[in-house]
């Protein structure tokens, strides 16, 4: 699963990660945008997450369960297996961006993606989100009115609306309050969990 969020994303991610149990199977990759000297947000969430949080290393490899987290002014993909970090130039004026992730996960796990976009004051992650929804994985995006910032979800929302392909038939856009997206992660993740 891959999460991107901005302004107001500590708050956001803070709600959805309190909703995940500690038994939940799936590895959770973050990008959530912030100053380049910013280093604290690792310790801020895992105090809100019941389930391991770090920032990721280059080439770690994925483990259940756990949460990992795009490291300030890094990019963070996903490639089979493991993660891997890149310093390229910023992408959406954004490093780490969503969009590269998100396109990185689509790429390495295709349909077996959950793609999540929270608040945010730009369009970083409409792509990626609908390039994970053209690889048949599931698009959750917050509701804008519950967003601090209604932008990203906006964004996201017209991506998946303006796609329109046979192979996107099956995957669901679900859109959904800050509050309800953790248990609609939990249901569908819920054959796993037994």
């Not at 990008?31 to 949080?53: F, G, M, T, W, Y």
């Not at 038939?169 to 800050?178: E, K």
Request: glycine letters at 6%; one cysteine or more.
């Amino acid at each position: 699963m891959v999460v991107g969020a901005s302004l107001g994303g500590l708050h956001a991610l803070e709600i959805l990660l309190a909703g995940l149990p500690q038994n939940f199977p799936l590895p959770m990759a973050i990008a959530q945008h912030r100053h380049k000297n910013a280093d604290a947000l690792s310790a801020v969430l895992q105090r809100k997450c019941a389930l391991p949080l770090s920032e990721a290393e280059d080439k770690e490899v994925i483990a259940p369960g756990h949460v990992y987290l795009a490291p300030a002014d890094y990019h963070l993909l996903v490639e089979v297996g493991c993660l891997a970090l890149s310093t390229e130039a910023p992408v959406a004026y954004a490093r780490p961006s969503i969009n590269v992730l998100f396109e990185s996960a689509a790429d390495a796990y295709g349909k077996r993606v959950i793609g999540v976009i929270l608040t945010g004051s730009s369009d970083d992650g409409a792509k990626g989100l609908a390039t994970i929804k053209a690889n048949g994985g599931i698009p959750i995006v917050q509701e804008p009115t519950t967003a601090q910032s209604p932008t990203m979800p906006k964004a996201a929302i017209n991506a998946l609306q303006k796609q329109r392909s046979p192979n996107t038939a099956l995957a669901t856009d679900w859109i959904l309050p800050l509050c309800d997206i953790a248990a609609l992660i939990v249901n569908l993740c819920y054959p796993a969990l037994r």
